[in-house]
């Protein structure tokens, strides 16, 4: 199954089970990025270690080896380190081949409006439990997964209900906002070929000579009309689709389970099909039974063989149901790795990938039918000055500026592009300037409604110090961070804040008045960016006209583990003052952060045991040495418990991903049966309520209703529904799922068959995780240098920065 890890590249490749196995499981995203990598760094940290003959253990922390780690049973020799304090080494054999990663997916944004009430819990919070699990009684058997969710009489709210409620309302007001804007928007008159083939069939439908109809009805066999002059207005972003109930009526999910039955796909897939298509579901299913990748982890090999079973020989590769499902399941698939939009050429490549005979036409029919949208950025020419024989001497072709690329998107990721480029607008023109004494960033804060600050983990006292003189001032401000970790950090601190989760969703924060507005007169945002578009447009349109907004972050971690890279578009577009902090990171951790943020690997001197390299032949050794390390011996030497330790690598499958890692760790921190759906109390586990949001915390108990878990001082209850598709254990995490969070102790673990997801921005996430001691668990040889120096991660293909440009860039900043 897929699942939206939100970086610029999956941390997982898609798994080849088939349909039956993977039915019940819907797991979380994350992102790795391969490095395009040729040649090798000079900055290596450290030399090549020698093992010592007779030696059980490597060398302590701070001196290129494990701390203290006892003997590894089983083995006649380990590696020992004998360099220098601060020292890296490496030695690694040939890698593993790399078993392919597996992608898991939480619930889609429709299945999740299906949930049923939850207590009130902070989504999107990252933490570690850091005290002793508690312990409760083992209540009688449960069931790991149902097909409908059970009722709780009396519960709250969840958090993450009530944010996809909050989403439903601002949606709702966005439309009306866009039904406002009289006229089209003018664009598209210099496309030609097949980009103005697809924009005349977009144009036939909004003049309503051709069906506009949902994109899972079958199309009309017969093309669109083309019209010979291109002079009507491109497309306009259209609203989302109304949501659908929060729960199928029982008479639909059965339904949708003889259809199921009937085309060998496993019945136990019908909540989820009933959630995702609503109370038609069945009926449409038969018609077109390529909608079935609407449900997230579906692939079209599985959707082909579905739709042969039903239809019969019928059906074939060029059947046009399966072209518009196979082009909205590309874009999102792209979604998933962070795009917003991709180039029609990139679409059309993916269609011919699955065997679709025509991809122009195929793309031509998702446009006409409505169910993916078609962007051309208008390009504005200059006209040249002081020469009258301009006009009759046009540049040669090869020297003329190519046209920006025509895009295809979905309308949910549109409509949020649109509306968050509009909201920042109107920040910008309605904020009233005013003279602020103070630093760089105050100053510039009291003179514009948009400001952008750049920095590491210790720039974030910045923008927390500018909210408390905004405080002094008598506005009022709000400081809002991704997750919930680093907002008990900053409370700590002395500093309150909430996490974006629980401000959109209404737990937290100054509330909102009649028009859905926060009381708010100045908001920081704090770790920006992890803002994904739909979050971001969501919060805009939630702040007043006047207020400050303040987005900090530092610009080299991972992106956004959803759609969009809000924070580096409104960087590049350059319509706003952007402070980029002066402040280093401390300590030989803060040293080694920022060089690789440059690009550079560098040795460190570590005398209190900051940064440890430990090296591995293989991944078994890995998670011998991970184990080791959480269990022994950093708790021994640096009096880290192992609660406060967290690990982190590249992805969940794998010889060494979370999976594997978890097992181990499980095994050796909290033996248990696994009786509750395979979780017992005391395991440490990661939860996604909703996709991009991650919640760390310690299982308590289990009882009918579902799985009850510790969360720094909260409880959260996990339906039992949820359980096998939104939880996983929490000892090891993915870069993505880390980021926003830090730990006293951080193991990274880089196995040979974790070379090809390095990237500078992931070893940065990684790597910065860790308060006072970091250790790498080392078996890449040199894919670490050569990804710092050379993995620069793909750009996402998003519309945010043109938009702005187009309503700020004359304002000047």
Request: aromatic letters at 2%; one cysteine or more.
């Amino acid at each position: 199954m897929t699942e939206p890890s939100g970086e610029t590249a999956p941390e997982a490749a898609e798994p080849t089970e088939d349909l039956r196995e993977e039915a019940a499981e819907a797991p979380a995203p994350d992102a790795a990025e391969a490095p395009d990598s040729t040649e090798e760094p000079t900055g290596e940290p450290g030399t090549t270690e020698k093992p010592a003959e007779g030696s059980g253990s490597t060398a302590g922390p701070g001196t290129g080896g494990e701390p203290d780690s006892p003997e590894r049973p089983g083995t006649a020799e380990e590696p020992e380190s004998t360099e220098e304090p601060g020292s890296r080494t490496a030695t690694a054999e040939e890698p593993e081949p790399a078993e392919e990663p597996e992608d898991r997916a939480a619930a889609d944004e429709q299945a999740g409006a299906a949930e049923e009430p939850e207590p009130a819990e902070e989504p999107g919070s990252r933490s570690v439990t850091r005290e002793e699990p508690e312990s409760a009684e083992e209540p009688e058997g449960r069931s790991a997964a149902g097909e409908q969710a059970g009722s709780a009489d009396g519960a709250e709210l969840s958090e993450a209900q009530a944010e996809l409620a909050a989403q439903r309302e601002l949606r709702a007001r966005i439309e009306a906002r866009k039904a406002e804007k009289a006229g089209p928007v003018t664009s598209g008159a210099k496309l030609s070929g097949t980009a103005a083939d697809l924009l005349a069939a977009v144009r036939a439908v909004e003049g309503g000579t051709s069906s506009g109809s949902t994109f899972y009805e079958a199309p009309e066999p017969e093309p669109a009309p083309r019209p010979a002059v291109e002079t009507a207005p491109a497309a306009a972003v259209r609203p989302p689709a109304p949501e659908r109930p929060a729960a199928p009526a029982p008479g639909t999910t059965a339904a949708v389970r003889e259809v199921l039955a009937a085309g060998g796909a496993p019945e136990a897939l019908a909540g989820r099909v009933a959630a995702a298509l609503g109370e038609g579901a069945a009926p449409a299913l038969r018609e077109d039974p390529w909608q079935l990748l609407a449900v997230p982890g579906v692939r079209p090999e599985q959707a082909d063989g579905f739709a042969r079973a039903l239809l019969g020989p019928a059906c074939g590769p060029g059947d046009p149901r399966r072209a518009v499902a196979l082009t909205v399941w590309l874009l999102e698939r792209a979604a998933g790795q962070g795009h917003t939009a991709l180039e029609v050429q990139a679409v059309c490549a993916g269609l011919a990938g699955h065997a679709v005979p025509d991809p122009e036409q195929a793309v031509g029919a998702a446009v006409s039918e409505g169910a993916v949208l078609l962007f051309q950025e208008e390009e504005t020419a200059e006209e040249p000055e002081g020469d009258e024989d301009a006009e009759e001497a046009p540049a040669p072709a090869a020297e003329r500026e190519p046209a920006a690329p025509a895009l295809l998107g979905l309308d949910r990721y549109a409509l949020a592009e649109e509306s968050l480029a509009d909201g920042l607008a109107r920040l910008v023109r309605t904020a009233k300037a005013d003279v602020w004494e103070g630093g760089e960033l105050e100053r510039a804060t009291g003179a514009h409604g948009l400001v952008l600050h750049t920095g590491g983990e210790a720039a974030r006292a910045e923008p927390v110090a500018l909210a408390a003189a905004a405080r002094e001032r008598g506005l009022r401000t709000l400081v809002a961070v991704h997750a919930d970790g680093g907002r008990r950090a900053l409370g700590a601190a002395g500093a309150e804040a909430v996490t974006v989760a629980a401000l959109l969703s209404g737990a937290a924060g100054p509330g909102r008045d009649e028009d859905g507005a926060f009381a708010l007169d100045l908001l920081v945002v704090l770790d920006a960016p992890q803002l994904d578009v739909e979050t971001g447009a969501m919060l805009v349109e939630s702040l007043p006209d006047g207020c400050r907004l303040v987005l900090s972050g530092d610009p080299e971690v991972l992106g956004a583990p959803g759609a969009g890279r809000v924070f580096a578009d409104v960087l590049a577009s350059r319509v706003c003052p952007r402070i980029a902090s002066r402040v280093p990171d401390p300590g030989p951790l803060g040293e080694l952060v920022s060089g690789i943020g440059v690009g550079e690997l560098n040795q460190v001197e570590a005398p209190g045991k900051e940064v440890v390299i430990v090296p591995v032949r293989d991944a078994g050794e890995a998670v011998h040495r991970t184990v080791q390390l959480v269990a022994d011996s950093v708790p021994r030497a640096l009096g880290v418990p192992s609660e406060q330790t967290q690990v982190v690598t590249v992805g969940h499958g794998g010889s060494a991903g979370t999976r594997a890692l978890n097992a181990a760790l499980k095994q050796r921190l909290n033996p248990g049966p696994g009786r509750f759906g395979g979780y017992d109390p005391g395991d440490r586990v990661a939860y996604a309520p909703a996709p991009g949001h991650t919640v760390t915390g310690t299982v308590l108990s289990a009882d009918p209703e579902g799985l009850r878990l510790r969360c720094g001082r909260d409880e959260l209850l996990v339906p039992r529904d949820h359980v096998e598709s939104a939880l996983r254990h929490g000892w090891a995490l993915t870069a993505h799922q880390a980021a926003g969070t830090r730990w006293p102790a951080v193991v990274v673990v880089l196995p040979g068959d974790a070379a090809g997801g390095l990237s500078r921005a992931w070893v940065y996430t990684a790597f910065g995780r860790a308060e006072r001691h970091l250790s790498v668990v080392h078996g890449v040889d040199q894919a670490l240098p050569r990804a710092v120096a050379e993995g620069v991660a793909p750009e996402r293909t998003t519309r945010l920065r043109p938009l702005l440009e187009a309503l700020l860039a004359a304002d000047g900043e």
